[in-house]
């Protein structure tokens, strides 16, 4: 790693991070604070209905009729769509940067002039992504607990049961900026790449939550990273999602050495 | 291509757009893999050892950019900090030389400006090799000559200067030797002197009698360009005493001889094949 890039890549990504973290603290603290209020006015007949059925278990992961209650509403803060678009874009934003960003701008040519070898490029950058995104993650988990302040002593989630669906949601993290890395090692131009990451996402963000309603597509639901993020059952208190953990870290560590390696071996052509 | 640069000398990298000039440099920084072949500096593979050779290499690219948030002062911090070494000190006396304040941010610098800017990061760390890639296309002539004297020192302290242009004249005003690149290829690597001696010299023959100045025919090493009456204009090939020699008790009024013509060697070089025959 060097010294030198770690601090132009802070200087460039703190910003982004700041107004990013800022968002989902915000978010996350409504969404803790009004969603456990819905518990109280959603009957479990409604809730028994096919449709809305299927759209929960799509969210959550899991068939919501043995789980109604405060906590599935508590769980719905980790799943929100808004909320994990958010933290995917950060993790495109950071993971795009090199070397798609540099090429496209240009910048390539005089940071890469240095006395850097690529590899020291990829882990500086890495590092900084990681740490940007625990930063990003942390609010998030600030934001959640500021929330909860708001509820009665006894509906609030405890720390212990909130912070492995953090973690599990940082697993969820990398896993996308691991595909990110490695589209970008591709690609000379940081629009198209960011664009067939992001259509790549929705992909299989639509594959887990088609699965719910379309039988053949069952079978291709562990196939979506949101498949391994199922917080209700934290909440429920069940054990530490480790397979889950386990199964998005390597599928995201996978794609970042084989960008890594790409990256490596590539032209690197501004003009 | 088969080309090496001596150890201290000022190396002028010509040939026309698309010649090939910007991608040779990027095999010698280890932007671009050989598809065959090796490139070496100071004895080491650019591809790979690329961050050995950079560590004594300064490189200005054609089309420079940096971060937009960059101002000058920052940039010397964090190339010293990639470098490992202190640059400011050096920074700020390149930038009092090159008139650049260096509390102005890269996006509301002019073209010159980060040019002047690049120039700066690039020779702050006094390094052995100096890869500039057409540098001068946004100086003025005056920081044009401040760049051309600062290269003579640097290559009179035994510093290599690498200097690619499309233009033959500062090429010719700076560099001791010449490159020519064409589609791809080399076609002259000669020292600029040789390459004077090869150029034809321009010359202009005044004759006192007409008469004699249309019956007279040329030598071999006299390509007449213009004939009208008592005048010809021509293209001396090789040494002057020739002509002399041929114009010896001949009638001749006036005799001027111009400087070596490189402009038209380096037309020539510069041509296809194809356009030469046409």
Known sequence: MNRGLIIRAFRELWPVTLVLSLVLMGMEALLAYVLPKFSDDVSQEWLKVDYTRAI??????????????????QAMAWVDPPVIALVWAHAVVCCTRVPAREVDQGTADVFLGLPVSRREVFLSETLVWLVCGAALLAAALSGNLLG?????????PPFTQVLPIVLNFFCLYVA???????????????????TIIFLILLVLFLLNYLAQFWKPLEAFAFLSPLHYHRPVYLLGGGAWPWSDMFVLMATGAVMWIAGGIVFARRDLCTV | MSLSVPEGSLFGFLGPNGAGKTTTI???????RPTGGTAKIFGLDCWRDSKAVKRDTG???SDLRLPPWMNGSAALSIFGAVRGRNLTGAGRELADTFHL????????????????????????????????DEPTSSLDPLM???????????????????????SLGEVEQLCDRVAI??????????????????????????????????????????KLTRREGAVWQATLDGPAHRLIDFLAGKAVKELTIGPADLESLFSRFYQSDQEVAS
């Open chain 2, 59 to 61: 490189y200005l690219p």
């Open chain 1, 176 to 194: 996308a900026g691991g595909l990110a890395w490695l589209v970008s090692s591709f690609s000379s131009r940081r629009g198209r790449a960011m």
């Open chain 1, 56 to 73: 929960y278990k799509a969210m959550l992961g899991t068939d919501v009729v043995d789980r109604i209650g405060r906590q599935m509403f």
């Open chain 1, 148 to 156: 909860g302040l708001g509820l009665p002593a006894e509906q609030r």
């Open chain 2, 26 to 32: 990027r095999v010698l920084l280890g932007f671009l």
């Open chain 2, 144 to 166: 044009q000559q401040v760049l051309h004297d600062l290269l003579r020192r640097r290559a009179n302290a035994g510093h290599t200067i690498f200097f690619s242009s499309h």
């Open chain 2, 101 to 132: 304040d260096l509390r102005v941010k890269v996006r509301e610098m002019s073209l010159g400006m980060r040019q002047k800017l690049g120039l700066i990061l690039t020779l702050a760390h006094s390094p052995r090799l100096v890869v500039l």
């Open chain 2, 181 to 222: 690149v064409r589609d791809g290829q080399l076609v002259a690597d000669e020292s600029l002197a040789a390459l004077r001696e090869r150029a034809g010299h321009n010359v202009v023959i005044r004759w006192s009698d007409e008469s004699q100045a249309l019956r007279l025919e040329p030598p071999d090493f006299l």
